[in-house]
């Protein structure tokens, strides 16, 4: 991907954060990153994804394990004690609507600002809403030229994990928010996403989240996606998507407020 800015690009007030400086990980977040993959018996199976709502907070997993099948499994932990959920609310809905005034082959600034290294293009694809999904193109290694992911992404309803309607009305009444989406490629195994995001107790927010490579979601169901001729999941790939994750947000971090004071603090 070649992230020079086109001449449209250059002229919004937010282009100067592709330089904004990405700082190190804390170590401790390094060294677990670098640690040995989880144990098989530590993995969460994607039949068994109502556990992840219903105790994901007390077990905060952080961790990837390839399994023997091929598929991959992801598990990320997260306090961002300097942002609020309204903040992540803004930044959600802002980032996506790519702006008018750039060419759509440009991708979309505003989501390469979050992470100038790897990302490229997040947008709807009827340009509105997530009615018909939306597309993202990334990589996942931050810049060391590793393999481009493009994909469909579609949210999957929370009512196929098992969680009953009381149970979905109690994450409303903590004020969390769950998300649950099935992302396409046509060159690489298919992911299933989900993640919880809520208040933390003292400060800020905690963002938990599971990722299995290699699965889909039809008809109600999830299915293993091993189609001939797609790129595999590898132990590689696994620890990068928790390096680029953690990266990404802890960026987020810092640009934020900054972008929110340039902007006006723009709703």
Same mark, same amino acid.
């Given at each position: ?6 001449? %449209? ?21 390094? $060294? ?8 098989? *018996? !530590? ?24 399994? %023997? ?12 004690? @300097? ?44 340009? $509105?809403?997530?009615? @018909?999904?939306?597309?993202?193109? *990334? ?21 196929? $994990?098992?969680?009953?309607?009381? %149970? ?12 649950? $989406?099935? *992302? /396409? ?12 995001? &809520?208040? /933390? ?19 109600? !169901? ?13 132990? &590689? ?10 990266? *990404? ?12 004071? %340039? ?5």
């Amino acid at each position: 991907m070649d992230f020079t800015l086109c001449p %449209e690009e250059k002229m919004l007030p937010y282009a100067r954060f592709m330089d904004l400086k990405i700082d190190r990980l804390p170590e401790e977040v390094l $060294t677990r990153i670098s640690a040995p993959p989880l144990s098989r *018996e !530590q993995v969460l199976p994607i039949g068994e994804i109502s556990r992840f709502y219903r105790h994901g907070l007390e077990e905060k997993q952080f961790g990837f394990c390839l399994m %023997e099948d091929g598929s991959g499994y992801l598990a990320h932990y997260l306090h961002i004690p @300097d942002l609020t959920m309204e903040d992540l609310g803004w930044w959600f809905s802002w980032h996506i609507r790519r702006p008018e005034s750039v060419p759509q082959e440009a991708g979309n600034l505003r989501y390469k600002i979050w992470c100038p290294p790897d990302h490229w293009d997040h947008r709807y694809v009827n340009g $509105t809403d997530d009615g @018909d999904g939306s597309i993202m193109v *990334e990589s996942l290694d931050m810049g060391a030229g590793g393999p481009v992911f493009r994909s469909l992404t579609r949210s999957v309803p929370l009512s196929m $994990t098992g969680l009953s309607g009381q %149970e979905l009305s109690g994450f409303v009444r903590r004020h969390t928010i769950l998300q649950l $989406t099935h *992302e /396409h490629s046509e060159d690489a195994a298919d992911r299933i996403f989900t993640a919880i995001m &809520q208040p /933390h107790p003292e400060s800020g927010v905690i963002l938990m989240s599971r990722v299995w490579w290699g699965y889909r979601y039809q008809d109600g !169901q999830f299915f293993r996606d091993d189609a001939p001729g797609k790129r595999p999941c590898t132990e &590689q790939i696994l620890r990068n998507n928790l390096l680029h994750s953690s990266y *990404e947000f802890n960026h987020l971090r810092k640009l934020l407020p900054l972008l929110r004071a %340039e902007l006006g603090r723009e709703t």
